[in-house]
């Protein structure tokens, strides 16, 4: 089994920064064939892909609207991902999923077999 369990979600105002961190462990999580990737869920919308990172962070991905403000990042000692959010907007508003997958850089949903149960991020205006 693989366990993720993210945190570091909040209440911030516009134009600041956060960092959410994933936490992994189980029997069979293994840092060094696993992608790690963030996603996220608005209010009212289906899930939708933020960035991916490889094994060995040497490969990111992430979507266009968080291009420049946010960075994934891993730490393979310490079974963790981290996504730094900075300049933040209203529409960043969103439960954030932490996932793992085996594979290069998956970004669809369907390819990650792995979730967290959440962390809530959400902006004011």
């Known amino acids: 089994q693989v366990q993720l369990v993210e945190s570091g979600g909040g209440l911030v105002q516009a134009g600041d920064s956060l960092r959410l961190s994933c936490a992994a462990s189980?029997?069979?999580?293994?840092?060094?064939?696993?992608?790690m990737a963030w996603f996220r869920q608005p209010p009212g919308k289906e899930r939708e892909f933020v960035a991916a990172i490889n094994w060995n962070g040497v490969h990111t991905y992430g979507r266009e609207s968080v291009e420049g403000r946010f960075t994934i990042s891993r730490d393979n000692a310490k079974n963790t991902v981290y996504l730094q959010m900075s300049s933040l907007k209203p529409e960043d508003t969103a439960v954030y999923y932490c996932?793992?997958?085996?594979?290069?850089?998956?970004?669809?949903?369907?390819?990650?077999?792995?979730w967290g149960q959440g962390t809530q991020v959400t902006v004011s205006s």
């Open positions: 189980g029997r069979t999580f293994n840092s060094y064939a696993m992608a």
């Open positions: 996932a793992a997958a085996r594979g290069l850089l998956p970004i669809t949903t369907g390819e990650y077999s792995h």
